[in-house]
């Protein structure tokens, strides 16, 4: 008679292996999520992952993670919720000096535009980028991104427009793309030399279009510089003329599109960002229905930024909740910047669009982490918490995603993995 035996299976090897969450909540997906789906969520209590490089292997409940793995490292969220990392599709962060006495200037009264007329605002910032070398630029951006990654921000999306010269622009992005060689944070690359018309061409605005045109878009495309390009369309800066002109010019190039439209005024910028095919409309505080439908009917993912009216003291914000209705997948972004939001957490970003435009905490995660990764084309890679795509995890010390928009006013990030490994451990317990 033969004797049974049983024998123990033997566990896989993996990496990291985050354990000890109250909750994992994660979108699911590849492409962005608007309408109703923008708040479907995956939610999976006491939920684990497993890292195996910079690859999660497995997404699921911790016993059966624990059972099945045997770990190089595990990592104890102690209680907390594991979400994707932030994605933030909206940034400024190369430039030199800041404009503080601007902010005192519109605590008194003073519009952006007023600001803008007299030679403060971008050209402020652009006397500041002119005036830096790249090794101080460099410098700068890299204690910025550090913060992004203390924030839980794992992705980027970085513009130029603070040289508003061939030279300069092409300085700042060699900047960037130096800085994505050195920090675990990713960065996608923008050129947004079409910021504003710098003082040497204030009287002749036509010409600097020609040398965005001629010189400037094709000495970024040539050097491999910018995967999209943007603009600044609006009444003060450049016109609709002038956004076809430079727009079709960069999809001539093959970059991807991102428009700055109907910010401060109703100009029909969604629209033309529409016609177009933009990857992304931003800001959006005046965009009209008709515009909003154009969008619709483009598959355009606006990129929204609540915390700007309220640091530019504007009234007028963008009518998002109209944008879900009609089946929209909204992105939420800091817009970080030295001149009209200096704030570079999207926790606080998700709470003041939950609390201005009505949005749901699992609304605003999905517009803060898998809408604005499809939107950078990088949807298939980041943005969600599932087998296959890269290790980007933050681990909150919160005990639901909820808490991302309720729990206000600090930095709820204990931890931030990025590519697989620990890039950011406030708070590591022993090993369970």
């Given at each position: 008679?033969?004797?049974?035996?049983?024998?123990?299976?033997?566990?896989?090897?993996?990496?990291?292996?985050?354990?000890?969450?109250?909750?994992?909540?994660?979108?699911?997906?590849?492409t962005?999520?608007?309408?109703?789906?923008?708040?479907?969520?995956?939610?999976?209590?006491?939920g684990?992952?497993?890292?195996?490089?910079?690859?999660?292997?497995?997404?699921?409940?911790?016993?059966?993670?624990?059972?099945?793995?045997?770990?190089?490292?595990?990592?104890?969220?102690?209680?907390?919720?594991?979400?994707?990392?932030?994605?933030?599709?909206?940034?400024?962060?190369?430039?030199?000096?800041?404009?503080?006495?601007?902010?005192?200037?519109?605590?008194?009264?003073?519009?952006?535009?007023?600001?803008?007329?007299?030679?403060?605002?971008?050209?402020?910032?652009?006397?500041?980028?002119r005036?830096?070398?790249s090794?101080?630029?460099?410098?700068?951006?890299?204690?910025?991104?550090?913060?992004?990654?203390?924030?839980?921000?794992?992705?980027?999306e970085?513009k130029?427009?603070?040289?508003?010269?061939?030279?300069?622009e092409?300085?700042?992005l060699?900047?960037?793309?130096?800085?994505?060689r050195?920090?675990?944070?990713?960065?996608?690359?923008?050129?947004?030399?079409?910021?504003?018309?710098p003082?040497?061409?204030?009287?002749?605005?036509?010409?600097?279009?020609?040398?965005?045109?001629?010189?400037?878009?094709p000495?970024?495309?040539?050097?491999?510089?910018?995967?999209?390009?943007?603009?600044?369309?609006?009444?003060?800066?450049?016109s609709l003329?002038?956004?076809?002109?430079?727009?079709?010019?960069?999809?001539?190039?093959g970059?991807?599109?991102?428009?700055?439209?109907?910010?401060?005024?109703?100009?029909?910028?969604?629209?033309?960002?529409?016609?177009?095919?933009?990857?992304?409309?931003?800001?959006?505080?005046?965009?009209?229905?008709?515009?909003?439908?154009?969008?619709?009917?483009?598959?355009?993912?606006?990129?929204?930024?609540?915390?700007?009216?309220?640091?530019?003291?504007?009234?007028?914000?963008?009518?998002?909740?109209?944008?879900?209705?009609?089946?929209?997948?909204?992105?939420?972004?800091?817009?970080?910047?030295?001149?009209?939001?200096?704030?570079?957490?999207?926790?606080?970003?998700?709470?003041?669009?939950?609390?201005?435009?009505?949005?749901?905490?699992?609304?605003?995660?999905?517009?803060?982490?898998?809408?604005?990764a499809?939107?950078?084309?990088?949807?298939?890679?980041?943005?969600?918490?599932?087998?296959?795509?890269?290790?980007?995890?933050?681990?909150?010390?919160?005990?639901?995603?909820?808490?991302?928009?309720?729990?206000?006013?600090?930095?709820?990030?204990?931890?931030?993995?990025?590519?697989?490994?620990?890039?950011?451990?406030?708070?590591?317990?022993?090993?369970?």
């Amino acid at each position: 008679m033969e004797t049974a035996r049983t024998t123990e299976r033997k566990r896989e090897p993996c990496d990291l292996l985050i354990v000890g969450a109250a909750e994992l909540a994660t979108p699911l997906g590849t492409t962005p999520r608007g309408g109703a789906a923008l708040g479907q969520i995956h939610v999976i209590p006491r939920g684990a992952v497993a890292v195996r490089g910079d690859r999660l292997v497995a997404v699921g409940e911790e016993r059966d993670l624990r059972a099945r793995f045997e770990a190089a490292e595990t990592l104890d969220a102690q209680g907390g919720t594991l979400v994707p990392g932030f994605v933030d599709a909206h940034t400024h962060p190369v430039f030199l000096g800041t404009r503080e006495q601007e902010f005192e200037e519109r605590t008194r009264g003073a519009t952006y535009v007023e600001i803008a007329a007299r030679g403060g605002g971008i050209l402020s910032s652009v006397r500041g980028v002119r005036g830096a070398s790249s090794e101080e630029l460099l410098a700068a951006l890299l204690v910025r991104l550090d913060r992004f990654l203390e924030l839980g921000t794992t992705a980027i999306e970085a513009k130029s427009g603070y040289g508003l010269s061939t030279a300069d622009e092409i300085k700042c992005l060699e900047v960037l793309r130096q800085a994505a060689r050195l920090h675990p944070v990713d960065i996608a690359t923008t050129f947004l030399g079409a910021h504003d018309f710098p003082p040497e061409y204030r009287d002749r605005r036509s010409a600097y279009v020609d040398l965005l045109v001629e010189e400037m878009l094709p000495a970024v495309a040539q050097r491999g510089l910018a995967e999209y390009a943007d603009i600044f369309t609006e009444g003060h800066v450049f016109s609709l003329v002038d956004t076809r002109r430079v727009m079709e010019r960069a999809k001539e190039l093959g970059m991807g599109l991102r428009l700055h439209v109907d910010q401060l005024t109703p100009l029909g910028g969604a629209e033309l960002a529409a016609e177009l095919g933009a990857a992304s409309a931003d800001h959006l505080e005046h965009v009209s229905p008709a515009g909003i439908e154009a969008l619709a009917r483009a598959g355009v993912v606006p990129v929204l930024c609540p915390l700007v009216p309220l640091y530019l003291r504007q009234a007028q914000e963008a009518p998002a909740r109209a944008m879900v209705d009609a089946g929209l997948a909204l992105a939420l972004s800091t817009d970080f910047n030295p001149g009209s939001c200096t704030a570079m957490s999207l926790t606080d970003t998700m709470t003041f669009a939950a609390l201005r435009y009505r949005m749901g905490a699992a609304e605003c995660l999905t517009a803060a982490t898998l809408n604005p990764a499809c939107s950078l084309g990088r949807g298939h890679e980041i943005g969600s918490l599932e087998v296959g795509k890269r290790a980007d995890v933050v681990v909150l010390d919160t005990p639901n995603h909820v808490h991302l928009v309720y729990d206000f006013g600090r930095n709820p990030v204990r931890a931030v993995v990025v590519r697989g490994k620990v890039a950011r451990d406030r708070l590591r317990g022993p090993e369970a």
